[in-house]
């Protein structure tokens, strides 16, 4: 592992450092305008030092700078070749939404979580430390992929008490949670860890057979199509996952695989063709879904709720549609932000009739309300920061399972931000995938984080790499 020289710092990640200074400062920016905000009933006693936040309020601000700050000085003593930009930016959001649980946990309707900012910071230094341990432990990649039937049997195995409940209650034709409670500390999502053993399957699957799929020996009418031999195990998978999440009910996730297996195929294949007779497939289990489900059929109706043209038809589905009224509040509370919002702590996205689930489902809406469209543009902004740099990573990895499994870590972030974002404007029905870094949820944060230290890991292991060779 590469260390500092011994002659001084000149091998610091100070880049990285530089860039971490703009979390520090949004918040510590945040938190005093969290605490002018709390006390702007009576401005003398916010002017006066002895009504300045006690420590705890402190506490989510002065914790993740000194994770944060940790985190960069154990990069610059072992993996000082690693990407520069990728915590700085993960940092940021993660900055952001400790700051958005600290300032909505108070205001929960109907039951308030004054700790919520303390409990993010929580679960963001655990990602921390999962992001750093996959660093020194994932010291091969390539070990991944040899692997590949393990990790997905072991992430089916985890997911069996779900899969159990899922069959017990298929009857009810409810949506399930996906969660494993131990003893009400950890409330896990074993579903979570498939984002990262299916892109592990898939590329290490790919890059074993990229010539023969690429080719496409089995001629279907005008397609050329791979052998089954080959193609069997990848549609095994996907139907084994999708079958999982139809009876565990997490359409949000399926939904996330079956656009994963596209991105893979064309990343492994590079042929067009295959993804064009893969959404034709989608689109027929999708008909399938919205038959058998009535609760699909009804995030369908919410869809085509007209809020600006309002009618007797809306204010029936907004009535009597389970998560009608999530979806029309959180439209006004991201019309109510205006251009440049309502300023942090000043919105009403989270008090009494406002919108509901707006700690994890509605982040957005939160944060369009607060911060505004410019600041919801300098947050995607950030999301397609983390695209880019993921996709360097990849393209300049130097094998092709590498290449697979970057590009692939890096499509999870792309197409979670991409549908949580949609179902939030009613571009599509919302589902309960998360906003990386940003919603509230212990699972996602650490398996984000644990995703973040696969990529960092590759860009070392192909810089280390590339000096070797020079």
Same mark, same amino acid.
């Given at each position: 592992?590469?260390?500092?020289?011994? /002659?001084?710092?000149?091998?610091?990640?100070?880049?990285?450092?530089?860039?971490?200074?703009?979390?520090?400062?949004?918040?510590?920016?945040?938190?005093?305008?969290?605490?002018?905000?709390?006390?702007?009933?009576?401005?003398?006693?916010?002017?006066?030092?002895?009504?300045?936040?006690?420590?705890?309020?402190?506490?989510?601000?002065?914790?993740?700078?000194?994770?944060?700050?940790?985190?960069?000085?154990?990069?610059?003593?072992?993996?000082?070749?690693?990407?520069?930009?990728?915590?700085?930016?993960?940092?940021?959001?993660?900055?952001?939404?400790?700051?958005?649980?600290?300032?909505?946990?108070?205001?929960?309707?109907?039951?308030?979580?004054?700790?919520?900012?303390?409990?993010?910071?929580?679960?963001?230094?655990?990602?921390?430390?999962?992001?750093?341990?996959?660093?020194?432990?994932?010291?091969?990649?390539?070990?991944?992929?040899?692997?590949?039937?393990?990790?997905?049997?072991?992430?089916?195995?985890?997911?069996?008490?779900?899969?159990?409940?899922?069959?017990?209650?298929?009857?009810?034709?409810?949506?399930?949670?996906?969660?494993?409670?131990?003893?009400?500390?950890?409330?896990?999502?074993?579903?979570?860890?498939?984002?990262?053993?299916?892109?592990?399957?898939?590329?290490?699957?790919?890059?074993?057979?990229?010539?023969?799929?690429?080719?496409?020996?089995?001629?279907?009418?005008?397609?050329?199509?791979?052998?089954?031999?080959?193609?069997?195990?990848?549609?095994?998978?996907?139907?084994?996952?999708?079958?999982?999440?139809?009876?565990?009910?997490?359409?949000?996730?399926?939904?996330?695989?079956?656009?994963?297996?596209?991105?893979?195929?064309?990343?492994?294949?590079?042929?067009?063709?295959?993804?064009?007779?893969?959404?034709?497939?989608?689109?027929?289990?999708?008909?399938?879904?919205?038959?058998?489900?009535?609760?699909?059929?009804?995030?369908?109706?919410?869809?085509?709720?007209?809020?600006?043209?309002?009618?007797?038809?809306?204010?029936?589905?907004?009535?009597?549609?389970?998560?009608?009224?999530?979806?029309?509040?959180?439209?006004?509370?991201?019309?109510?932000?205006?251009?440049? /919002?309502?300023?942090?702590?000043?919105?009403?996205?989270?008090?009494?009739?406002?919108?509901?689930?707006?700690?994890?489902?509605?982040?957005?809406?939160?944060?369009?309300?607060?911060?505004?469209?410019? /600041?919801?543009?300098?947050?995607?902004?950030?999301?397609?920061?983390?695209?880019?740099?993921?996709?360097?990573?990849?393209?300049?990895?130097?094998?092709?399972?590498?290449?697979?499994?970057?590009?692939?870590?890096?499509?999870?972030?792309?197409?979670?931000?991409?549908?949580?974002?949609?179902?939030?404007?009613?571009?599509?029905?919302?589902?309960?995938?998360?906003?990386?870094?940003?919603?509230?949820?212990?699972?996602?944060?650490?398996?984000?984080?644990?995703?973040?230290?696969?990529?960092?890991?590759?860009?070392?292991?192909?810089?280390?790499?590339?000096?070797?060779?020079?």
């Amino acid at each position: 592992m590469a260390s500092l020289s011994p /002659g001084g710092f000149r091998g610091y990640r100070w880049k990285e450092l530089g860039l971490l200074v703009i979390p520090f400062l949004l918040l510590v920016l945040a938190t005093t305008q969290l605490f002018l905000v709390a006390n702007a009933t009576d401005q003398r006693a916010s002017l006066n030092p002895k009504n300045f936040p006690p420590l705890e309020g402190l506490t989510p601000a002065i914790g993740l700078i000194a994770a944060l700050v940790v985190a960069n000085v154990v990069m610059s003593f072992f993996f000082r070749k690693a990407d520069q930009v990728l915590l700085p930016v993960v940092g940021l959001l993660s900055g952001i939404g400790v700051m958005m649980a600290t300032r909505l946990g108070p205001n929960l309707n109907p039951a308030p979580i004054p700790g919520l900012g303390g409990f993010q910071l929580r679960w963001v230094i655990i990602g921390l430390v999962a992001c750093i341990g996959t660093l020194f432990i994932l010291r091969n990649v390539n070990w991944l992929g040899r692997y590949k039937y393990t990790w997905i049997a072991a992430t089916f195995l985890f997911l069996l008490p779900n899969l159990i409940k899922g069959v017990l209650t298929f009857r009810s034709n409810d949506p399930t949670r996906d969660s494993l409670g131990i003893q009400g500390f950890l409330n896990l999502q074993p579903s979570e860890l498939l984002k990262i053993t299916i892109v592990i399957f898939f590329a290490g699957y790919l890059s074993e057979n990229r010539d023969i799929l690429a080719q496409g020996y089995l001629r279907l009418g005008g397609l050329r199509l791979p052998p089954l031999r080959q193609l069997g195990p990848l549609l095994m998978m996907l139907g084994i996952s999708l079958l999982l999440f139809l009876i565990v009910r997490d359409l949000g996730l399926a939904l996330m695989i079956y656009c994963l297996f596209l991105c893979m195929m064309y990343l492994g294949s590079g042929k067009l063709s295959y993804v064009l007779v893969s959404l034709g497939l989608f689109i027929f289990l999708a008909l399938i879904g919205y038959s058998l489900l009535s609760y699909v059929r009804a995030r369908f109706a919410i869809v085509q709720i007209d809020v600006v043209n309002w009618t007797q038809a809306s204010d029936d589905a907004y009535q009597n549609i389970i998560g009608a009224g999530q979806i029309v509040q959180g439209l006004i509370a991201l019309c109510s932000g205006g251009i440049l /919002g309502a300023g942090l702590g000043l919105g009403h996205p989270a008090g009494a009739g406002f919108v509901p689930v707006v700690e994890s489902d509605m982040v957005l809406t939160a944060l369009g309300e607060e911060l505004g469209l410019s /600041g919801l543009f300098a947050i995607i902004g950030l999301y397609l920061l983390i695209v880019y740099r993921g996709y360097r990573i990849a393209i300049e990895a130097s094998d092709a399972f590498q290449q697979l499994l970057a590009a692939g870590l890096t499509s999870v972030f792309a197409i979670q931000t991409l549908v949580i974002s949609a179902g939030n404007l009613k571009f599509m029905p919302l589902t309960g995938v998360t906003l990386p870094f940003l919603s509230y949820g212990g699972s996602s944060i650490v398996v984000n984080y644990i995703i973040i230290g696969i990529l960092l890991r590759i860009s070392y292991n192909t810089a280390v790499e590339r000096d070797g060779l020079a």
